[in-house]
C-alpha cells in the first residue's frame, strides 16, 4: 500500500507493473509523476503536457491518456517540504516506474553534490541515455549534421559521479597521502587533492548489456565502447574488456568484434549482427565530427559520456534539442538535459525541445511508439515551418521567435495520426 506525505494520487489513473522479464505492464491510462524544476522548468514543462497529452487525443483518441501528478524537487519541494528532495518525491518515481522533469537547481551550501545525481544514485539508474540525432532545419555548425544518428549510453552511477574525493588541506586528504607514501611509495604533492574513480565489473557490464540490447531491438549496427585504457588500464581499460567479455557471453549470436569482420568476413560485417568494436576518448572526439556516420550506439563511462553526449548535441543544434533519460532495471526518469536559465524564470521564451523529445522517448518506453513518432514528426514539421524558439530563430536569417507555448501550440497543429 502507498503511503505519501502530501502528495495525491489522481483518481482513475492505474499504476504500471514491471513483469518478472523486466518489460513493463502498462495500462491505458497509466499515473506519471512529474517534476516541474526551477527556473525555465515550468514554462518547459507545461509545453511538453500540452504537446504529450495533445499526441495522444490525437492518435489514441480517448483510449489512452496520461494521468499526472505532481511530485516535488528543488526549490518548489524547499517550499513544500522544507527539503529539496523529499521522500515523497522517491516513493512516487518508486511506486510509478516512470516519470519525468525539468531542470533542477543544485542548493549552494552542502547537503547533496548534485540533485540529479542524487535522484540516480538513490534510485539506481544506471544508464543516462542520451540520443544525438539531427532534426533537418536546425542550424548546426557542421557541415553534415543529419550524419548524427547516435544514440550514447553513459555509466550513471560509478567514475567521478561517485563523489569520492577529498580537500587538500583535509585531514583525510593528509592521512590517504601518507598511507599511498608508506604502503605504496606512490609521493603526492602535500598540496593536492584527491579522488577515487571506481569503475566495477558489475556496474560496467550492465551499462554495455543496456547498450547491446537497445541495438539488438532497434536493428543498429553497433555498439562503439569508449574508454581511455591506453593510460588508465584498470579502470577505463577493464570497462573495454568487461564490454566485449559481457558481448560474447550474453551476445553470441547476436554480435561479432570488429577484428572478427575484418579476419573472418573480408571487412563486411553479417547480416544482423551487431559489430561490438571500441575506441579511445581523445579519438572519439575527432571521429564523431570526421566519421560521424560510422557510430550508432555508444557505451562509455560516466565522464567520457558526459562530455561526448553534450559535443554530440552541439552538432545537432545544442541542449535545446537533446532528450536525455536515466534509465534503472525497473525505474525509468526522463529530462531535460540543460540547466535552468533562471535569468529566463517565467518568460515564456526558452526551447522546449529537450523535455518533449525526452517526453516522446518516455512514449515509446511504455510501448506507444506510434505517438512517439507522431510528436518528432511535428516537431520536424514546426521547425521546417520556421517556427522556433529565440535560440533557433537568432541563427535563422528572417526569422521572428514564438514563444514556448507558441512553439507547443504550433507542434499540436502538425500532429498526424
Known amino acids: 500500500m502507498m503511503h505519501f506525505d502530501k502528495l495525491k494520487v489522481p483518481a482513475g489513473g492505474e499504476i504500471i507493473k514491471v513483469l518478472n522479464d523486466g518489460s513493463l505492464e502498462v495500462p491505458d491510462a497509466p499515473i506519471i509523476p512529474f517534476i516541474q524544476g526551477d527556473g525555465v522548468g515550468p ?15 490525437k492518435v489514441y483518441s480517448k483510449s489512452r491518456r ?15 517540504y522544507g527539503k529539496y528532495l523529499p521522500a515523497d518525491t522517491f516513493e512516487a518515481i518508486r511506486a510509478f516506474k516512470v516519470a519525468i522533469k525539468g531542470p533542477l ?12 545525481v542524487t535522484l540516480r544514485q538513490e534510485l539506481d539508474l544506471y544508464s543516462c541515455v542520451r540520443p544525438c ?20 549510453f553513459r555509466e550513471n552511477t560509478e567514475d567521478v559521479y561517485a563523489g569520492i574525493e577529498w580537500e587538500h588541506d583535509s585531514t583525510e586528504a593528509s592521512e590517504l597521502r601518507a ?13 593536492a587533492s584527491i579522488g577515487l574513480k571506481p569503475i566495477s565489473e558489475f556496474g560496467s557490464k550492465r551499462l554495455v548489456r543496456a547498450a547491446i540490447k537497445y541495438a539488438i531491438k532497434h536493428e543498429l549496427p553497433s555498439v562503439t565502447l569508449m574508454h581511455k585504457g591506453n593510460i588508465m588500464k584498470f579502470t577505463e581499460g577493464s570497462f573495454k574488456e568487461w564490454g566485449y567479455e559481457l558481448a560474447k557471453d550474453e551476445f553470441p549470436n547476436e554480435t561479432i568484434t570488429e577484428d572478427e569482420v575484418y579476419e573472418n568476413h573480408g571487412s563486411q560485417p553479417p547480416v544482423g549482427k551487431v559489430i561490438i568494436k571500441d575506441r579511445i576518448a581523445d579519438s572519439m572526439f575527432q571521429q564523431v565530427l570526421t566519421r560521424t556516420g560510422e557510430y550508432s550506439v555508444i557505451a562509455t563511462s560516466n565522464l567520457n559520456g558526459d562530455y561526448l553526449s553534450d559535443a554530440c548535441a552541439a552538432q545537432v543544434g545544442g541542449l535545446g534539442m537533446a532528450p536525455g533519460a536515466n534509465i534503472g532495471d525497473e525505474i525509468a526518469l526522463f529530462e531535460a538535459t540543460h540547466g535552468t ?17 525526452s517526453g516522446a522517448m518516455m512514449l515509446e518506453h511504455l510501448g506507444w511508439e506510434e505517438c512517439a513518432i507522431a510528436i518528432r514528426d511535428a516537431i520536424q514539421a514546426t521547425i521546417g515551418d520556421r517556427i ?10 528572417g526569422v521572428s521567435p514564438v514563444k514556448t507555448s507558441e512553439y507547443a501550440l504550433a507542434i499540436v497543429d502538425r500532429l498526424k495520426y
Do not use: C
Open 43 to 57: 514554462d518547459i514543462m507545461r509545453a511538453t503536457k500540452i504537446v504529450l497529452d495533445g499526441a495522444l487525443e
Open 341 to 357: 536559465a533562471p535569468k529566463y524564470t517565467n518568460m515564456d521564451k526558452v526551447n522546449p525541445s529537450s523535455l518533449i523529445l
Open 179 to 191: 598511507f599511498l607514501s608508506k604502503k605504496f611509495k606512490i609521493q603526492l604533492r602535500d598540496d
Open 133 to 152: 540525432v539531427y532534426i533537418p532545419g536546425v542550424p548546426s555548425p557542421v557541415r553534415n549534421p543529419d550524419s548524427m544518428q547516435v544514440i550514447i
Open 388 to 397: 522556433v524558439t529565440y535560440d533557433l530563430a537568432r541563427l535563422m536569417e
Open 105 to 116: 537547481t543544485t542548493p549552494v551550501g552542502g547537503g547533496f553534490r548534485s540533485l540529479n
Open 66 to 80: 496520461i494521468h499526472w501528478v505532481e511530485i516535488f524537487a528543488g526549490e518548489k519541494a524547499k517550499k513544500q
